[in-house]
């Protein structure tokens, strides 16, 4: 089946750690996003790839990191200096831009965040 | 600047009923995509349907139709026959084109219940 898989389900980050979580797809789309989710809140895009080897910063990147070396692959990494990373992280991937304003995101389950 | 706004926080619902969400959004482009999701409590985000700013009637999908004013600058979703099952988070989002990248926002979100 395709789909995105996210892992993992939860992950709890001692202060001063950088943590990692993984997004991987097998939809062969070439677009790949990170978002951040605050209870009661909507999303808030934090990095985004349109293509391998490039990436680009969202709105809120301060306190992340990414790498895009392969077309399935894109992992985040909150940094210590994200001072406040407590959140529900979601990964998405479309086809890329070239396919319109109608292209669809498609989101993989999530990654709990918590500090300890 | 772009924004989508979702007044109604919470909002309850007779099972068998229909149900109207509300969203608006503000965006001086003349072209741009409008997107409702739904969040179970699992977390996954679900595309539900799509209305392009120049689409001329009104998506539909199934039991959800999207009620689209442009002059008013609303995208309304509404849930005909509601299940026990649409429980959940729904998000109005918003595509815009910019010149390197398309840009998605998305709102804060109703919770949605409905009542056996």
């Known amino acids: 089946d395709g789909g995105i898989t996210q892992s993992p389900k939860y992950l709890f980050r001692k202060e001063g750690q950088n943590v990692t979580l993984s997004c991987e797809q097998n939809l062969n789309h070439d677009a790949m996003y990170w978002y951040r989710q605050d209870p009661g809140q909507g999303l808030r895009l934090i990095y985004y790839s349109q293509i391998v080897n490039d990436f680009q910063k969202g709105d809120i990147a301060e306190g992340y990191s990414v790498s895009r070396e392969k077309k399935e692959s894109f992992p985040l990494t909150v940094t210590s200096a994200q001072k406040n990373p407590t959140a529900f992280y979601l990964c998405?991937?479309?086809?890329?831009?070239?396919?319109?304003?109608?292209?669809?995101?498609?989101f993989g389950p999530g990654t709990r965040l918590l500090v300890l | 600047a772009q924004k989508i706004t979702q007044t109604q926080p919470g909002m309850f619902v007779q099972e068998k009923e229909a149900v109207t969400l509300d969203c608006t959004y503000d965006?001086?482009?003349?072209?741009?995509?409008l997107f409702w999701y739904k969040q179970p409590s699992s977390g996954e985000m679900i595309f539900l349907i799509y209305q392009g700013s120049y689409d001329q009637q009104n998506a539909t999908e199934g039991r959800y139709s999207l009620n689209f004013q442009k002059a008013r600058k609303s995208a309304n979703l509404v849930i005909s026959a509601s299940q026990l099952g649409d429980s959940a988070m729904y998000f109005c989002?918003?595509?815009?084109?910019?010149?390197?990248?398309?840009?998605?926002?998305f709102g804060p979100g109703t919770s949605l219940s409905v009542i056996p």
């Open positions: 989002a918003m595509r815009v084109r910019k010149t390197s990248y398309d840009k998605v926002i």
């Open positions: 998405a991937s479309s086809k890329g831009r070239l396919m319109g304003l109608g292209e669809t995101q498609y």
């Open positions: 965006t001086s482009d003349p072209s741009y995509g």
